[in-house]
């Protein structure tokens, strides 16, 4: 299979890493080469691919330990001394973990720090080297503006994906996304692949976020019940797919990796 570059974008606590992590971990399973990169500046995306470690240095703390340039402005003649190997971690079978991180407190722009990042990672040939089957970039949701849009932005992703629930905020969250990448679809830029359900117990939960996916002329992909297993399963610092492989939940987060990749591969014919 080709590379397949998706970017997942929700609103803030929707559930969007702990999606994003186990659709990793199901693909992992199933053999394909995964990389799992998280554009958040809590730099937790990926925690649960590396047992609840948070050792783990992001690419801004490297950029922010040279001290002898600004970590917004990297450019391709920046001389560092940290290397790929410095930026990321390899998890659950074999998932290559990176993370973006953030600005310090107060200071900065978080989404010139996603830029900042995804370039040094570019840079310093995580692709080339790790040769992923499929790269997953796990991107904050709650404001879409210019940083916030890089994973989308040619080169980077090929398709979008949105984390949803059927709360209002988190469809208001959904509406926004969908609209920039409907902005950006005449530059090259990344295609809405669809919806992930992460359900919350809404009234009539599932028929609004279908009837949301249809007004924005999209489909729900996949979706993922509510339960406690999730929480068991980060008590333990791993995914639900490796902490409880043969729970129901697991089946979903499997079968919506696999819906993922299939959909994926329908829009790039």
């Known amino acids: 299979m080709n590379m397949l570059k998706i970017a997942v974008y929700g609103k803030g606590g929707i559930g969007k890493s702990t999606t994003v992590s186990n659709m990793a971990a199901a693909m992992a399973d199933k053999g394909l080469r995964v990389m799992q990169i998280g554009c958040d500046p809590k ?3 990926t925690i649960l691919l590396r047992d ?18 600004d970590q917004f402005t990297l450019d391709e003649e920046d001389q560092d001394s940290f290397t790929l190997d410095d930026m990321v971690r390899v998890g659950y ?3 290559v973990c990176s993370e973006a991180g953030g600005p310090t407190p107060g200071l900065g722009c978080a989404g010139r720090g996603i830029i900042a990042a995804l370039t040094k990672l570019d840079e310093k040939g995580a692709y080339e080297k790790y040769k992923p ?10 404001v879409v503006c210019g940083g916030f849009t890089m994973p989308m932005r040619p080169g980077y992703a090929d398709y979008v994906l949105v984390v949803t629930s059927g709360e209002n905020m988190s469809i208001y969250a959904a509406a926004n996304i969908s609209m920039a990448v409907e902005q950006f679809k005449n530059r090259g830029y990344a295609k809405f692949a669809g919806l992930i359900l992460n359900r919350r117990k809404v009234k009539n939960e599932d028929e609004k976020v279908a009837e949301f996916a249809e007004d924005i002329h999209s489909k729900v992909v996949g979706s993922i019940d509510r339960s ?35 959909e994926c591969e329908v829009l790039s014919c």
């Open 43 to 45: 730099a937790d995306s």
């Open 93 to 95: 079978k074999g998932i």
């Open 52 to 69: 609840g470690k948070d050792e783990m240095k992001t690419v801004l703390d490297l950029v922010r330990e040279e001290g002898d340039h």
């Open 133 to 142: 089957d499929v790269v997953l970039y796990d991107v904050l949701g709650d």
């Open 228 to 262: 406690d297993l999730i929480q068991s399963a980060e008590e333990l610092g791993k995914t639900v797919v490796e902490a409880f492989p043969d729970s129901d939940l697991s089946d979903q987060y499997r079968q919506l990796a696999d819906s993922v990749v299939a």
